[in-house]
């Protein structure tokens, strides 16, 4: 039952994150020259597996989670908020395509929310912190 509930969290995890990426990705798809493989796209998406492998693997489970859920924060509120002002501190302009920003933050709402209530349920847990 155990691993069953592993691999089911395991799956979940894997799920809301490509979720929060692909929501990324759709925002980068509506810039010009911008292909999967960018490194727009395909640099996000390699620290996010890496954050989700490393959860999955190492032991420190909470840390892993923490940092994942500080790599989505930074996605919602650099990506989908701030990145569309026109803020002196971008190397850009910002284009008008406020739907895509929108969808890119609206995006990584699930997996945050989810590594809040693991985060919260750990805390309120006895054994190995950050396990759901």
Known sequence: MHSSLSTQRSALLVLLTFVGWF???????????????????????????TLVLGWRVLPWKRTMLGLLLGWSLLHLVGGGLLSVLPLPIWPFTPIPHYEMHLLYGLAQLPIILLLVHWLRAADHREGTPGTP
Request: hydrophobic content about 40%; overall charge negative; aromatic content about 4%.
């Open 23 to 49: 929501g990324m990705y759709l925002h980068n798809r509506d810039l010009p020259g911008l292909t999967l493989m960018s490194p727009e796209n395909s640099l996000p998406a390699l620290v996010s597996a």
